[in-house]
């Protein structure tokens, strides 16, 4: 077992990233010592990416991975705080049986569309563009600040929304349960060569929305790093892992660079 850690202080905060399964560093982790967790979690698709293989779209075994994780999840995560879980339509039933069995039905609180134009395409289906984010509480008293994400609109946009006075405010509107955030371009500057890198504007949301400076966030299927990322330029404690260790190589490459 490969356990590399990466402590880098920054504006006051720290980043700590391990290369470990997530279950031993949750089962290390105190009680209620993280206010935010997001994770972009394994889809299901039984697919062997070469750095890591996927689960397999079978119930069982998809109860069997995550439920001991969600239950450690619950445990470390505020009273106050927040998680949010990014899959697709492989899994997303199941895994909103599991969140309701171990966070509880009362706190679910939505269920997010990421919604991008991008990828194959197919002729047996419709194309499915998007991705599911489950959005939890562990009580009814947590940190949403959705004003801090609020999308500026122009006067020609306001007038045609005018049915829809109770969204708009100081010529704002609300974010509803639908994003629409582009993927990242294969040519942009931001892509790292990880296969399932999500953009830092979708995971920048999810972080300014559901947490404050200084506070905790946790990210247990870290990936290319980007929560890691959007935390410290965000003035965010980071916790995160991947048994992957070319996740955790790109990840100290990014924050390296952001020194």
Same mark, same amino acid.
């Given at each position: ?39 972009? #979690?394994?889809?299901? *698709?039984?697919? @062997? ?6 689960? +397999?779209?079978? %119930?069982?075994?998809? !109860? =069997? ?67 599911? #984010?489950?959005?939890? *509480?562990?009580? @009814? ?6 004003? +801090?994400?609020? %999308?500026?609109?122009? !006067? =020609? ?103």
């Amino acid at each position: 077992m490969i356990d590399r850690i990466t402590e880098q202080p920054f504006c006051q905060t720290r980043v700590m990233c391990r290369a470990v399964d997530n279950l031993e560093l949750l089962l290390s982790q105190p009680d209620e010592s993280v206010d935010l967790i997001y994770c972009d #979690i394994l889809y299901g *698709t039984g697919r @062997n990416f070469g750095d890591y293989q996927d689960l +397999k779209p079978i %119930r069982s075994e998809i !109860e =069997a991975h995550y439920l001991p994780r969600l239950k450690e999840m619950h445990r470390v995560l505020k009273s106050t705080g927040s998680i949010y879980l990014q899959m697709d339509t492989r899994i997303n039933h199941w895994m909103r049986i599991l969140m309701d069995d171990v966070f509880g039905y009362d706190n679910f609180r939505n269920e997010i569309i990421w919604s991008y134009d991008w990828g194959g395409r197919v002729k047996n289906k419709w194309n499915s563009k998007h991705d599911n #984010i489950i959005f939890y *509480t562990k009580t @009814n008293k947590y940190n949403l600040n959705p004003e +801090k994400v609020d %999308r500026k609109i122009n !006067e =020609a946009t306001k007038k045609r929304m005018l049915y829809k006075v109770a969204m708009i405010k100081d010529d704002k509107t609300f974010p509803t349960c639908v994003w629409n955030i582009p993927t990242i371009n294969a040519m942009s500057k931001e892509r790292n060569g990880y296969k399932t890198q999500k953009p830092k504007t979708l995971i920048e949301r999810i972080i300014k929305a559901s947490s404050n400076e200084g506070d905790t966030v946790a990210d247990y299927y870290l990936g290319s790093g980007t929560t890691a990322v959007v935390c410290k330029e965000l003035n965010r404690n980071f916790i995160g892992c991947d048994i992957n260790p070319k996740a955790i190589e790109i990840t100290n490459a990014r924050l390296e660079a952001l020194s």
